[in-house]
Each structure stands twice: as structure tokens, then as C-alpha cells.
């Protein structure tokens, strides 16, 4: 059996692949860029990181499966590697900074191991399970340990979140302006970061109206090993649904009321 850190070091050998990969590639002016089916864009270098991390994980792992954004899953069984190769591509192509690569792993139902990498933001967060979580430089040795916020009043709380346009879309925007009205203040900043933030205590909740596993997976487990709490809107635990609440847990039930969701089961 592997050990849960030998994991997580593998996971920072991909995410040290990926932020060379990226790097090299961003803001670059011969930077190809496609479209998918559902118009979302995608990146020559989305594809070099995903490649680069599925050939790393074959030669280390070879009996796990692996999940990514941009290519066909492949391989069985419990052990599943889930990859997003550039959470932020529309930034990304766009030459915004605000963008990192996601790495997780999911035992059955539970994500153990992940790494959160934004090198534009020389920035980097991980987490294992029983290991607590962690942020710092590109570099593994300078990071600290980090935690949620201890805000436990929804009226002082800092929400973050992407954009506003796909709470409308799923019939929910009066319940997220409620929110929005009812929080001290929101920002958006948007994707990966909003949870990172939380996980940080800098931002006390996050929120999205629709995400895919891919987008999910890296950042569950580094929240709640910050002592934070993740579940979909609705409270299932995990990023198994098909959207994310994060909080510092002591603002879940609040959140959840006003998103009218009842009560969670965390």
C-alpha cells in the first residue's frame, strides 16, 4: 500500500512539470487556442500539461486510473488521479495571471491527496489526508500551514465566487443575491483561487452554481484539512455533485438556509 505522502510528492513532481510547461507557454504570442463543444477555450498547453501528468502517473502508478479535463479516462479501480490542467484556461488565454494547475487523488469516495500549483502567483497549496494543509512558494520546502477562518457571524463573513451569470442560469440568482446582500462583503475572485482563499482565511465562502469533478477534486481536500468544510450547495459531502459550497464550517448551515438548501449532512 502506498503511503499517503509518497502521493502527495508524486503530485508536486507533475505540478513542478506542469508549472514548466505552462510558464514557458503563457502569454506566448504563437499560443494556440481552440474551442471545445461547449465553447469553452482550450490551450495547447492544456493539453502538454495533461499529457505530461498522465505519463508520470502511468510510470509511477501504473495500476491507478486517471480522470482528466481534456482527454478519456483511463484504467480502473479505487485509486483515481484527477487532473486539470489549467483551472482558468479563459484567463489563461487571455494573459490574465490568475489561473494553476489541479492535481488530486480519490480513493473511492474520498479525495486523500492534492495539489493546488499557480505559478503566475508563485503560489502553491497541498494538502493529505490526516496531514493538514499547506501553502507557500513554487517550492515544496517553503510552505506553512494553513487554516480556515474563525468567522462565525454570516453578517462579518468575505464570500467569494466566479461570476454571477451561472447562478442566474440555474434559477438561483435571487438566492445568491441574498447571500451576496447578506455577507459583509464579496469579491470575485474567481475558480481555483475563491478556495484557496478560504482554505487560507482570508475568504470565509466560496460558491458555485456549476463545476465538474476536475474543477472540484484538488480543491476538497486542501479545504478540509484547513479544518473547512466542502459539500455541493444541497450539503452532499465531497466534490462528487455537480456544485461546490466551501466554507470555514462555522458558516455551512448559514449559507445553506439562504441558498435554500436545508440542512447539510457533512
Known amino acids: 500500500m502506498v503511503n499517503v505522502l509518497d502521493d502527495l ?66 484504467g480502473s479501480g479505487p485509486r483515481r488521479w484527477i487532473i486539470d490542467p489549467i483551472d482558468g484556461t479563459a484567463n489563461y488565454a487571455r494573459g490574465v495571471p490568475v489561473w494553476a494547475t489541479l492535481i488530486a487523488l480519490a480513493e473511492g469516495d474520498e479525495v486523500v491527496a492534492s495539489v493546488v500549483s499557480a505559478p503566475a502567483l508563485h503560489r502553491r497549496w497541498w494538502a493529505a489526508r490526516g496531514h493538514g494543509a499547506w501553502a507557500g512558494g513554487p517550492c515544496v520546502d517553503e510552505g506553512s500551514p494553513i487554516h480556515v477562518s474563525t468567522v462565525s457571524d454570516l453578517r462579518e463573513a468575505f464570500l467569494s465566487y466566479s461570476s454571477l451569470h451561472g447562478w442566474d442560469e ?63 450547495v444541497a450539503g452532499q459531502p465531497g466534490p462528487w455533485g455537480p456544485d461546490a459550497l466551501a466554507s470555514n464550517g462555522l458558516l455551512h448551515e448559514q449559507a445553506m438556509t439562504i441558498l435554500g438548501s436545508g440542512a447539510h449532512t457533512a
Open 9 to 74: 510528492a508524486l503530485a508536486h513532481r507533475i505540478a513542478d512539470e506542469a508549472d514548466a510547461l505552462t510558464l514557458a507557454r503563457f502569454r506566448a504570442s504563437d499560443l494556440r487556442i481552440d474551442h471545445k463543444a461547449d465553447h469553452s477555450e482550450v490551450t495547447d498547453a492544456d493539453l502538454a500539461v495533461e499529457d505530461a501528468a498522465r505519463r508520470i502517473v502511468a510510470a509511477a502508478r501504473p495500476g491507478d486510473a486517471v480522470h482528466g479535463e481534456e482527454r478519456a479516462d483511463t
Open 170 to 232: 440555474s434559477d438561483r440568482g435571487d438566492e445568491f443575491a441574498k447571500l451576496m446582500a447578506t455577507v459583509w462583503r464579496t469579491r470575485a475572485f474567481g475558480d481555483f483561487w475563491s478556495y484557496m482563499l478560504v482554505a487560507e482565511g482570508v475568504v470565509d465562502l466560496a460558491a458555485e452554481p456549476e463545476l465538474n469533478l476536475h474543477d472540484m477534486a484538488a480543491l476538497d481536500v486542501i479545504v478540509r484539512e484547513a479544518g473547512g468544510t466542502f459539500t455541493t
